[in-house]
């Protein structure tokens, strides 16, 4: 058994361990973006996770050289 057997209390996040291991992983998601951002290799894809529904997308971004945010272009 994995886990010894509860009698009077239930298994939830916080007695299970479960959430401490769910943020280590997004966590070290979001240091390995940012590092590529730093060395000047930003991804173009959004990560979209929902714990909730079990769901976990990656979703590719294409840049709009318009854009003053992703295009690349200077805003005075």
Known sequence: ???EEK???EYTARNSGIINGITAVIGAIEANMAIRYIIGKPSTKLI???L?????QIIE???DLRCSV???EKVD
Do not use: Q, S
């Open 1 to 3: 058994m994995l886990y």
């Open 7 to 9: 009698t009077n209390e």
């Open 48 to 50: 979209y996770i929902d």
């Open 52 to 56: 909730f529904e079990d769901d976990f």
């Open 61 to 63: 971004i294409k840049r």
């Open 70 to 72: 992703c295009g690349g």
